[in-house]
């Protein structure tokens, strides 16, 4: 806005002062013609008065300034003055200056502006040489029009610049605001994700730049967002893991401190004393497994497997071979030929486990299915049991470690919820996952898929 009233402010001084100067150059011009059409006719009047003195009178000059004056125009006066510039004819009004007097020469042509009150005129000055005498004539012509005319230019530009400023700011105050509406949108949108708000998004109102960077701002939030929440899931996964991992601590630690003191405190029968050790000695088998397993899943996640290709009836022989001697379960096992590139004996602790979950949630005399299946990209391992089943919200958690469905009936068989964590742990590793189907009352069936190594693809 500055610049814009300096530059409206400095166009319209000069177009005003230009305006006015060229005025003024025209008017000064016609003075100054006048002025030597008023010598000449003055000269030619000389000449045709009766010459009764060899030197022109002085009363025939006065009597030719009244003619002269009386043929002019409107707002023109006259001064004559004779050779010591003693004024001899002087029209009324005219402006009493001698200094401009002295100026007068017989070879140049003279003028200036000259102000009397409120009036403007233009002082035109020559030398009139007839009859043997050299006389001088002054004109002054009005020209407070122009002046005027100038001061009510500057008048009106001043009006215009500031009507034109304010309809320029208007316009740029609006401007300003589409403008920097994308910007208020996006600190808006920091604002609110500083308040803690992740789902806060900008709304992208245009297609240029401030555009492409409400966009690259929405990419970065979401990104955010998704950040955020892993990490609170996993601080609330480790908040949960350190919970059940006291609570499942707590319990077998109870006992074993209980039945040792029940044990060192007084004397006991030997059915009593064996009963008590063995409960000991069971909950320490117990914490041991615990123990085990969770160091398992930390070796897991810092591992890198070396994997290599085996054959699939390994895995299937070593399942027959575990429970051959079980006759409370019927393994149902069924496989496809094939062969798989990963850590075998990794594998088998994942069967193992699915299997003896399996277990653990049918009753006696269920059978258990084990199936084994070729597809296009891997080998598929299944293992389907028909007991109490899992209800859906419990799926998406089973594979966290210690969580257990039904911890009543896992402690009973010695569980402590770890089994699934680590076949998870497992089979991200052989870049696959577990797949749980489950309806209570029905049973459940969890699979994963074992793709097929790069070199076996490009083979």
Request: hydrophobic share 40%; with cysteine; net charge negative.
């Amino acid at each position: 806005m500055i610049i814009m009233a300096i530059a409206f402010g400095a166009s319209g001084y000069y177009f005003v002062n230009y305006v006015f100067d060229s005025s003024m150059e025209r008017e000064v011009g016609q003075a100054l013609d006048e002025s030597s059409i008023l010598q000449f006719a003055f000269e030619t009047a000389a000449l045709n008065i009766p010459s009764k003195y060899d030197v022109l009178q002085d009363s025939a000059v006065e009597e030719i300034g009244v003619k002269l004056e009386a043929s002019g125009q409107g707002g023109r006066l006259l001064r004559i003055s004779d050779e010591e510039r003693k004024a001899l004819y002087t029209s009324e009004g005219f402006v009493e200056e001698t200094d401009f007097l002295a100026q007068i020469d017989a070879q140049t042509r003279t003028y200036q502006i000259v102000q009397s009150k409120d009036r403007y005129y233009v002082q035109t000055g020559s030398t009139i040489d007839t009859l043997d005498r050299v006389l001088y004539l002054e004109t002054l012509k009005d020209v407070t029009d122009v002046f005027e005319e100038r001061t009510q230019g500057f008048h009106i530009y001043r009006r215009v610049t500031v009507l034109m400023l304010l309809c320029s700011s208007v316009i740029m105050w609006g401007i300003a605001v589409w403008l920097t509406k994308p910007i208020r949108l996006l600190t808006k949108a920091t604002q609110k994700m500083a308040e803690g708000d992740y789902s806060y998004r900008a709304e992208r109102i245009s297609q240029d730049e401030m555009g492409q960077l409400t966009t690259d701002f929405n990419r970065m939030a979401n990104a955010l967002e998704e950040n955020v929440e892993q990490l609170e899931n996993e601080v609330r996964a480790r908040e949960d893991f350190i919970g059940a991992f006291s609570h499942e601590l707590k319990t077998p630690l109870t006992a074993i401190i209980g039945y040792a003191d029940l044990l060192r405190s007084r004397k006991l029968d030997d059915e009593t004393h064996f009963l008590s050790a063995n409960y000991i000695y069971t909950e320490g088998k117990r914490l041991e497994t615990m123990a085990f397993r969770l160091l398992d899943i930390v070796v897991m996640k810092r591992s890198q497997l070396e994997l290599a290709t085996s054959d699939v009836a390994e895995l299937f022989d070593y399942l027959k071979e575990m429970y051959a001697a079980n006759e409370e379960y019927r393994l149902d096992i069924q496989y496809a030929p094939g062969q798989i590139c990963a850590e075998v004996n990794l594998l088998k602790s994942v069967l193992l486990n699915l299997v003896d979950n399996a277990c653990k949630a049918s009753e006696p005399g269920n059978p258990i299915e084990i199936r084994g299946i070729r597809q296009e990209g891997g080998y598929l391992f299944l293992v389907k049991d028909y007991g109490v089943g899992i209800p859906a919200e419990e799926c998406k958690r089973i594979t966290e470690a210690f969580y257990m469905v039904d911890k009543s009936r896992s402690r009973s068989r010695n569980g402590a919820g770890l089994g699934l964590s680590l076949c998870a742990q497992v089979l991200s590793l052989h870049h696959s996952e577990l797949m749980i189907e489950s309806t209570v009352g029905e049973g459940s069936c969890f699979s994963f898929l074992i793709p097929d190594s790069k070199e076996e693809d490009h083979a």
